[in-house]
């Protein structure tokens, strides 16, 4: 019964938490439509909106990503993967020198969660 719950659950379609189980240090990661990937805390993303809204402009400011991720949050449906730190890191990365990862990619297809 709970297996067949696990199966149904519903997680939102662009984020993901990754957590590197050995620190305990943990990312929020937002995959764009546009095969971009985003970093994100709770009250930043690596995003250029962000960036120029909050970080420029010194303003309260959430971008589309922290409101869906915020969203997601509350329904609770973050699908949340665990790491060991060299993939952790290797995901984080990725995203900073090709803007996107493919390990996270990988990790998700595996159906690690
Ligand atoms: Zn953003």
New binding site residues.
């Given amino acids: 019964m709970s297996q067949e719950k696990k199966i149904h659950r519903h997680y939102a379609e662009n984020i993901v938490k990754i957590i590197d189980k050995n620190s305990i240090l943990s990312v929020y990661i ?1 995959m764009g439509k546009n095969g971009y990937d ?1 970093l ?1 805390s709770n009250k930043s ?1 690596s ?1 250029k ?2 960036l120029f809204n909050s970080v420029f402009k010194n303003k309260s400011y959430l ?4 409101k869906y991720l915020e969203n997601a949050e509350e329904k609770d449906e973050i699908r949340t993967i665990y790491l060991n730190s060299n993939d952790f890191l290797l995901i984080i990365e990725e995203i900073f020198s090709t803007g996107k990862s493919l390990k996270l990619r990988k990790e998700l297809l595996n159906g690690n969660s």
């Fill in positions: 937002y985003y994100m993303c995003c909106s962000f971008c589309y990503h922290l």
